[in-house]
């Protein structure tokens, strides 16, 4: 297989069956996803957003959520971010500590059918065009999440699996005897058996033309 990656195409298949993945220490993960206006999903896997099944941004944290300013524009809350996003996926901006925004941001939502942050317990009216955050006034309402289409959920599966940990990487690691956990001890015992079945033959041949002598 080895001789014929580039026809298989091995390196740009990611391994996607679990017991595969656990022997690289990697574990399925899982995806927070919602609906946009548009229809549109905006979701998380691992340390990235993707929109559609597209990578669009980083965002390392378990705190994800999102809530909609128009049918254009939405925001995507990352810990101690917010990202700014068309309804094309498209990233606008990062909006973070240096525009006092309350940190970290627990939810977005809505407060009296306006765009909101939680911040704990205390709630903002999120101001897209100035960018100021001011105490809300009523009740907060966190966005809620919404079950991904199987073809979007299945294009992000096969992204956040890392590049590097493919068909190939799997095949090159079989052959150097590194899975398993074994390392590379596999393939030097190999080596050390050839070479002592190799010292025994030439000995039983020696062995056998000494006889045929005598």
Same mark, same amino acid.
């Given at each position: ?28 993960? /899982? ?10 999903? $905006? ?23 999102? &809530? ?59 101001? &897209? ?5 001011? /105490? ?10 919404? /079950?991904?289409?199987?073809?979007? $959920? ?6 956040? &699996?890392?590049?590097? &940990? ?17 390392? /590379? ?30």
């Amino acid at each position: 297989m080895l001789n014929h990656t580039d026809d298989l195409a091995l390196a740009e298949r990611p391994l996607a069956y679990g017991v595969l993945l656990q022997l690289y220490g990697i574990s399925e993960t /899982p995806v927070t996803s919602y609906q946009l206006p548009n229809q549109a999903f $905006l979701s998380q896997a691992g340390d990235h957003l993707y929109f559609q099944g597209q990578r669009v941004s980083h965002c390392g944290t378990d705190q994800f959520s999102m &809530v909609a300013v128009d049918e254009a524009l939405f925001l995507a809350a990352c810990g101690r971010e917010l990202l700014m996003i068309t309804d094309a996926g498209e990233l606008v901006e990062r909006i973070g500590a240096s525009y006092d925004l309350p940190q970290p941001i627990t939810a977005l939502g809505l407060c009296d059918a306006k765009p909101c942050l939680q911040n704990g317990t205390a709630a903002f009216y999120i101001d &897209v065009d100035g960018l100021t955050w001011q /105490p809300a006034a009523s009740d907060f309402t966190a966005s809620v999440a919404a /079950p991904l289409p199987e073809n979007i $959920l299945s294009a992000i599966e096969a992204q956040w &699996v890392s590049a590097e &940990v493919n068909w190939e990487r799997l095949m090159l690691d079989l052959h150097a005897g590194r899975t398993f956990g074994l390392g /590379p001890w596999l393939m030097d015992a190999v080596a050390l058996l050839i070479i002592v079945l190799s010292m025994t033959g030439f000995g039983i041949w020696l062995a056998g033309r000494k006889r045929r002598k005598d």
